[in-house]
């Protein structure tokens, strides 16, 4: 079945970086646009970043040239590259197929705090 396991959240200081890493299996990676999401405490589930099938990446205004999106449609992985990150990046990061309602991973905690 469909499967995607995010790694490499953490705790950061203010102004820090990160870079989060997606699994994907168990459909055929390549094909789609893929996406970031984020949701924080107590609130819903938004959406960070795309990247069509050969790699072009769209951001929300919010991390726009803070943020970088790639894929490697080799080994069906994406990875999130966060830079100067702000207390407000602080949520649980998830990766899958963009507009998709379901299969959602176990996502990763990123906590940006000094």
């Known amino acids: 079945q469909v499967q995607f396991v995010e790694s490499g959240g953490g705790l950061v200081q203010p102004g820090g970086s990160l870079t989060l890493s997606c699994a994907a299996s168990g459909f055929n990676f390549s094909p789609y646009y893929m996406a970031w999401y984020r949701q924080a405490p107590g609130k819903s589930r938004e959406l960070v970043g795309t990247i069509t099938s050969s790699g072009n990446p769209n951001y929300v205004l919010a991390v726009k040239g803070r943020f970088t999106i790639s894929r490697d449609n080799t080994k069906n992985t994406m990875r999130l590259e966060m830079t100067n990150l702000r207390p407000d990046d602080t949520a649980v990061y998830f990766c899958?197929?963009?507009?998709?309602?379901?299969?959602w991973g176990p996502g990763t905690q990123v906590t940006v705090s000094s």
């Open positions: 899958n197929r963009f507009g998709a309602t379901d299969s």
